[in-house]
């Protein structure tokens, strides 16, 4: 009979992993194509619900990003959203190597196997994603923070804290 093996979709193994934030600010990023599906819109409203500082960059670009922009402008002056658009694969990676990343957060409704929260734990930055698809094969308690398929604002912004409260051991 014939042979089949598993080869699982990865990433390289990095020399650096990304920095933390020292000042206070909690950053966050995101990486996705701006549709419903990925529940931008839910995870901007999370942020009314954080009432500490925080930097939120999207990386990408997507026919809701206009919209979602409109609800971050409305945001409490404590957090700062940030919106570079579309970056090549090549951009992603040196953000993770120049620019200081705290939690990789990816709230979508449905998933793959995304190589965008691989990357992200590839330069040692924990995660908080939904429970879908393969997500839960990636992202276990040791390296990060599952939340239901239709985890609310208020509920994405409860494990935002707590993860800003757990102590550096266990980020």
């Not at 600010?25 to 009314?48: I, M, Q, T």
């Not at 094969?137 to 398929?149: F, R």
Request: proline share 6%.
């Amino acid at each position: 009979g014939r042979r089949l093996a598993l080869s699982r979709l990865g990433v390289p193994a990095r020399s650096r992993v990304a920095r933390h934030s020292q000042d206070g600010v909690l950053r966050l990023l995101s990486c996705s194509y701006a549709v419903p599906v990925k529940r931008l819109d839910v995870l901007a409203r999370a942020l009314e619900f954080c009432g500490f500082p925080v930097q939120w960059t999207h990386i990408g670009d997507g026919p809701m990003l206009e919209g979602i922009k409109a609800t971050a402008q409305g945001l409490p002056v404590n957090v700062d959203a940030r919106f570079p658009g579309h970056l090549s694969n090549r951009e992603v990676l040196r953000y993770y190597e120049t620019e200081r990343v705290d939690l990789f957060v990816n709230v979508s409704s449905s998933e793959g196997l995304p190589v965008s929260i691989m990357e992200a734990m590839s330069y040692g930055v924990p995660v908080l994603a939904t429970a879908v698809g393969g997500v839960p094969e990636l992202v276990s308690t040791d390296v990060g923070y599952l939340l239901e398929q239709d985890a609310t604002p208020q509920q994405i912004a409860g494990a935002i804290r707590r993860f800003r409260e757990a102590s550096a051991a266990q980020k």
